[in-house]
T-cell receptor, first 112, second 113 residues
Framework: DAGVTQSPTHLIKTRGQQVTLRCSPISGHKSVSWYQQVLGQGPQFIFQYYEKEERGRGNFPDRFSARQFPNYSSELNVNALLLGDSALYLC???????????FGSGTQLSVL | GENVEQHPSTLSVQEGDSAVIKCTYSDSASNYFPWYKQELGKRPQLIIDIRSNVGEKKDQRIAVTLNKTAKHFSLHITETQPEDSAVYFC????????????FGRGTSLIVHP
């Protein structure tokens, strides 16, 4: 049974560019959440989608956006990249969206 | 919004000792409290969780306790083993309404053989 898959695993961008990160949830899970993890800190919540609708949004600027597709996969987009956007971006899927999150391995984004 | 404080930031124990990690939360509406383990370079993995209608939950060497009145919950690991070495994160969230889970900053547990 495949776990949560994220792509790409690593990404290097320059300031001002745009990036799209992708996530495929565990089969049967209808909820996908996105988190930003800076080294030495806990994951910080960005978005949650359940059944293709946004259910929650963390304290991130409008440069961050996301969507969920009919097959429940999801994309996170970040526009006008800043150096401070450098982090590990984690995707998590679950049945209910709140309990028992299963995390992917993440996308390590470096902004130069 | 919710604020989760986690202590200590680093915990060093000898193999076989017990380890306790504590978290406090601020939002009395939070009712779901999971703990995640993240080994170096790997994804966070859920190890145990508790809902606000339960005071304690155990799973082999791991237990979590919740004090709703004081708004704190703790992770207890007994008979620690070197493979327990990792960063542990607590989190608090609501299961209803707007979903904004909040994680603690993490505790680096080091178990010395």
């Amino acid at each position: 049974d495949a776990g949560v898959t994220q792509s790409p695993t690593h990404l290097i961008k320059t300031r001002g560019q745009q990036v799209t990160l992708r996530c495929s949830p565990i089969s049967g899970h209808k909820s996908v959440s996105w988190y930003q993890q800076v080294l030495g800190q806990g994951p910080q919540f960005i978005f949650q989608y359940y059944e293709k609708e946004e259910r929650g949004r963390g304290n991130f600027p409008d440069r961050f956006s996301a969507r969920q597709f009919p097959n429940y996969s999801s994309e996170l987009n970040v526009n006008a990249l800043l150096l401070g956007d450098s982090a590990l971006y984690l995707c998590a899927s679950s049945w209910t969206g709140v309990e028992k999150l299963f995390f992917g391995s993440g996308t390590q984004l470096s902004v130069l | 919004g919710e604020n989760v404080e986690q202590h200590p930031s680093t915990l060093s124990v000898q193999e076989g000792d017990s380890a306790v990690i504590k978290c406090t939360y601020s939002d009395s509406a939070s009712n779901y409290f999971p703990w995640y383990k993240q080994e170096l370079g790997k994804r966070p993995q859920l190890i145990i969780d508790i809902r606000s209608n339960v005071g304690e939950k155990k799973d082999q060497r791991i237990a979590v306790t919740l004090n709703k009145t004081a708004k704190h919950f703790s992770l207890h690991i007994t008979e620690t083993q070197p493979e327990d070495s990792a960063v542990y994160f607590c989190a608090a969230s609501r299961t209803g309404g707007s979903y904004i889970p909040t994680f603690g900053r993490g505790t680096s547990l080091i178990v010395h053989p």
